[in-house]
C-alpha cells in the first residue's frame, strides 16, 4: 500500500485538486463569499475570450479561492438550463460521479451528490443548498447560481460558490460566464501541484460547459462580420 501511495501520479493528484476546486470540503469555520459580481472586461480580454481562453486565478491561502470567466457563444437561458440540470452534469462536470435534486425549499433546491476521487482518497459525499434565478448584478440581468454545502450532510465540512451567467452587453450573442469557488481540501498538498492543477482545471469547467452546450443545442455559426465602411464621396 505504502509503494503504491508513493508512486501517486502527477495526473491522480490533479484530479484529486480538480473535484477539490468544485466541490472543496473543509476544515475551517464558515467561509465568507462576496456577493456575486462581473468582472470588467478590456476589448482585448473580449477577443480572446471569444477564441476559447479564460480568465483564471487561484489563490491557495486557506481557504482558497479559485475563479474562471469565460464567453460561450450561446444565449442565457439555454446555458442556465445545463447548469440547472443536475443529473447530466456527470456528464460533463470534472470528477462528478452523482448529482440528483433531493427536494426544493421554498427557493432552494436541495442536491445530493458523489464525487469520483482516484486511489487513495475516498469519494465524496454531499448535499448542496442552491439558490437559482435571475438578479441583477453588477448593473446587469444575470442568471446566478449561488451554493453551499449543508453541514453535516456527507464525509465534508464546508464549501461555497456562486456561477453568474449574464449576456455580453455589446453582443448579446455572447453570454460572459463566472464560476467562484471558496473552500478548504483539509489535505496537505505542494502549493505547485494546485498551480498546476488550476492551469488545466479551471480551464476545463468552462471548455466543457461549451461542449456541452454543443451537444445539446448545437453549434451556432459566429455572426458575420460587420461590412467595411463605404469611402466618403
Excluded at 70 to 86: N, S
Excluded at 221 to 231: D, L
Aim: charged share 20%; net charge positive; with cysteine.
Amino acid at each position: 500500500m505504502h509503494e503504491r501511495f508513493a508512486t501517486l501520479s502527477r495526473s491522480a493528484l490533479a484530479a484529486v485538486v480538480a473535484t477539490l476546486l468544485l466541490l472543496a470540503p473543509g476544515l475551517a469555520a464558515a467561509i465568507e463569499v462576496e456577493p456575486p459580481s462581473i468582472r470588467n472586461l478590456s476589448d482585448a480580454q473580449i477577443a480572446s475570450l471569444k477564441k476559447g481562453e479564460t480568465i483564471r486565478s487561484m489563490d491557495t491561502n486557506m481557504p482558497f479561492r479559485g475563479e474562471v470567466n469565460g464567453l460561450i457563444h450561446a444565449p442565457v437561458e439555454e446555458l442556465a438550463a445545463i447548469l440547472r440540470d443536475y443529473p447530466k452534469q456527470t456528464q460533463w462536470a470534472p470528477s462528478m460521479a452523482e448529482m440528483r435534486l433531493i427536494r426544493r425549499e421554498g427557493e432552494f433546491d436541495i442536491l445530493g451528490g458523489v464525487t469520483d476521487l482516484p486511489w487513495p482518497v475516498p469519494d465524496r459525499t454531499w448535499n448542496m443548498r442552491a439558490w437559482v434565478g435571475y438578479k441583477t448584478v453588477s448593473g446587469r440581468r444575470s442568471w446566478v447560481n449561488l451554493f453551499k454545502y449543508v453541514p453535516g450532510s456527507g464525509n465534508m465540512n464546508e464549501s461555497a460558490g456562486y456561477w453568474v451567467v449574464s449576456a455580453l452587453p455589446d453582443d448579446p450573442t455572447w453570454t460572459y460566464c463566472r464560476y467562484v469557488l471558496y473552500g478548504d481540501p483539509g489535505i496537505p498538498l505542494p502549493d505547485f501541484v494546485i498551480r498546476w492543477a488550476s492551469r488545466t482545471t479551471l480551464p476545463a469547467i468552462m471548455s466543457s460547459l461549451r461542449k456541452q452546450h454543443a451537444k445539446v443545442y448545437g453549434t451556432r455559426p459566429a455572426a458575420p462580420a460587420p461590412a467595411p465602411a463605404s469611402a466618403p464621396q
